[in-house]
């Protein structure tokens, strides 16, 4: 039942994938607000579109919903965890050594996986597909370290995914993603002025909230 096709508004599609896409949009708007619950809901949103995926022969979008979910519950540990000063982990930046790693692995990422998808499956669009999956794998990771840069890569991400999806016709899948895009450009905005009103500790590496 849950996986029939139906029409919506002239377009095709299940109850399964709805359900994902609310809870991926759920999810993500959490993550705008730095709310714990955006790992809960990614998690069922990955999980279904393992399925989904793997049906529309996004192989490798498939892999990265497998991963999403185990980075989800890294993640959901890591925005949990107390350092021994009793704190969470706070929003921050990358530093410019980080951001040509995580660029030159977004590069080694995408060739391995075009690779594979050219060499052992039938995937019908190989490289956008291993393009927003190498993406996604740097994007996830540093959603779990609360670097703020994870917003553009997501933006990026989600951009190509939009006519990706609908070229596939799995429009609401595709509508998901635009959400998503416009829920990435408030969030970023909205991270930044987070990061812009914490208070940096001085020179000499104490904060100033110190003693308060």
């Known amino acids: 039942m849950f996986t029939d096709p139906f029409v919506v508004l002239g377009t095709q599609t ?9 809870c991926g949009l759920s999810s993500v708007w959490f993550m705008k607000k730095e709310n714990i619950l955006v ?4 998690i069922i949103n990955v999980v279904i579109y393992v399925y989904i995926c793997y049906t529309s022969r996004l192989y490798a979008y498939a892999g990265i919903n497998v991963f999403y979910a185990a980075m989800s519950m890294y993640g959901w540990y890591n925005w949990l965890r107390k ?6 982990i706070k929003i921050a930046r990358l530093t410019i ?3 040509l790693v995580y660029t030159i692995l977004i590069i080694g990422f995408f060739f391995l996986l075009r690779y594979l998808l050219q060499q052992f ?3 019908v669009i190989p490289s956008w597909d291993a393009l927003t999956t190498a993406i996604y794998i740097i994007a996830m990771w540093l959603l779990a370290q609360k ?3 994870h917003w553009i890569l997501w933006i990026v991400g989600d951009v190509i995914s939009i006519g990706m999806f609908a070229w596939l016709n799995l429009y609401f899948s595709s509508f998901q993603f635009l959400a998503f ?10 991270w930044r002025g987070k990061l812009t009103n914490t208070p940096q500790p001085p020179e000499g590496g104490v904060s100033p909230l110190q003693g308060i």
């Open 83 to 88: 350092n021994q000063e009793d704190e969470r």
């Open 121 to 123: 499956t039938d995937s």
């Open 97 to 99: 050594r980080e951001y």
């Open 39 to 42: 790992y809960p809901l990614g």
């Open 14 to 22: 299940t109850i399964l994938e709805i359900f994902a896409v609310l």
């Open 181 to 190: 895009t416009v829920i990435a450009v408030f969030g970023f905005i909205e």
């Open 147 to 149: 670097k703020i840069e």
